[in-house]
């Protein structure tokens, strides 16, 4: 889309804002290179939020043949990046079974990141130390119960996370009936060994702005920062009907009209804009150096 910039009305950290918002190519600038003229964008019939960021919580891409089809049913809530969640069932063939995964995802149409998910018995310090290495956002456990937290030597872990500072949190089903006992119990855990975890839970909404920060996520996808991605979702609303209280806008619920990642157009009223549209894999910056 070459480069341009609008000034509007944003939602961002779960407020409103006014600004200015430059584009040069796939990022947003805080000036332009001089190689293109420049645009003025009128978005004044449009609202404007960062891309989402959503995790694939029941591991629905690992699983499924068909990996298009999921890939635009998080393009249709305005995803521009999704964790996908790496099974792991051996506690010796997970570098394998990484490398491996991240071929066969290099035709998925939306920018990804890949988090390993571990039984909490087969995660151990090395595999920690592997992972930060290679840059994931984040570690994930699956816990079902509060006894499978018990016994294993999480300590360990926290000197593990030293060097990378990937945290490590729980993938609840939250159709779970104990699932408040199992956060609870995960969070009274964590800060007992000063482990570094997230502070919001893991569901089927996007992630919030803090958790972006804490992942390492931010500044690269999830916001309007200079040097970060450009992507943004845009919602029609009428011109009498201008949303003033946070509160009043369902930012998980709104289905945008416009998706645009990495500065192109890549979603038009829930209908791809061209076909074989291909995602990159991503890693993340250092966790929690911005905040």
């Known amino acids: 889309m070459g480069a341009y910039y609008f000034f509007q009305k944003l939602w961002e950290d779960k407020q409103w804002s006014e600004s200015e918002i430059r584009v040069e190519g796939e990022r947003f600038v805080r000036?332009?290179?001089?190689?293109?003229?420049?645009?003025?964008m009128d978005l004044s019939a449009?609202?404007?939020?960062?891309?989402?960021?959503?995790?694939?919580?029941?591991?629905?891409?690992?699983?499924?043949?068909?990996?298009?089809?999921?890939?635009?049913?998080y393009l249709k809530k305005g995803c521009t990046l999704l964790i996908i969640p790496l099974p792991i069932s051996s506690s010796m063939e997970y570098k394998h079974k990484y490398h491996?995964?991240?071929?066969?995802?290099?035709?998925?149409?939306?920018?990804?990141?890949?988090?390993?998910?571990?039984?909490?018995?087969?995660?151990?310090?090395?595999?920690?130390?592997?992972?930060?290495?290679?840059?994931?956002?984040i570690i994930l456990v699956g816990i079902e119960r509060v006894s499978d937290m018990e016994g294993i030597g999480w300590e360990w872990f926290v000197q593990a996370q030293s060097h990378s500072r990937i945290p490590i949190?729980?993938?609840?089903?939250?159709?779970?009936?104990?699932?408040?006992?199992?956060?609870?119990?995960?969070?009274?855990?964590?800060?007992?060994?000063?482990?570094?975890?997230l502070e919001d839970r893991i569901g089927v909404d996007p992630l919030p702005f803090r958790t972006l920060r804490q992942t390492g996520i931010y500044p690269?996808?999830?916001?309007?920062?200079?040097g970060g991605y450009a992507d943004y979702?845009?919602?029609?609303?009428?011109?009498?009907?201008?949303?003033?209280?946070?509160?009043?806008?369902?930012y998980h619920d709104a289905i945008p009209n416009v998706t645009i990642m990495n500065g192109k157009v890549l979603m038009i009223n829930q209908k791809m804009s061209e076909e074989n549209v291909r995602g990159r894999h991503l890693t993340v910056s250092i966790p929690k150096h911005f905040l």
């Open 31 to 40: 000036s332009y290179s001089g190689k293109e003229p420049v645009v003025e």
């Open 46 to 73: 449009l609202q404007v939020t960062p891309g989402n960021v959503f995790v694939d919580t029941s591991c629905s891409v690992y699983h499924s043949p068909d990996r298009q089809s999921i890939a635009q049913a």
């Open 100 to 137: 491996t995964f991240l071929t066969t995802l290099e035709d998925f149409p939306l920018d990804y990141m890949v988090a390993p998910l571990f039984p909490p018995r087969l995660l151990d310090a090395a595999a920690i130390r592997y992972f930060g290495r290679q840059k994931c956002p």
């Open 169 to 197: 949190s729980p993938l609840i089903n939250e159709k779970n009936v104990d699932y408040q006992k199992l956060w609870s119990a995960w969070k009274a855990l964590a800060s007992s060994c000063e482990m570094i975890t």
């Open 220 to 226: 690269y996808k999830g916001a309007f920062i200079a």
């Open 233 to 250: 979702n845009l919602y029609l609303h009428h011109e009498a009907e201008l949303i003033d209280d946070c509160e009043e806008f369902s």
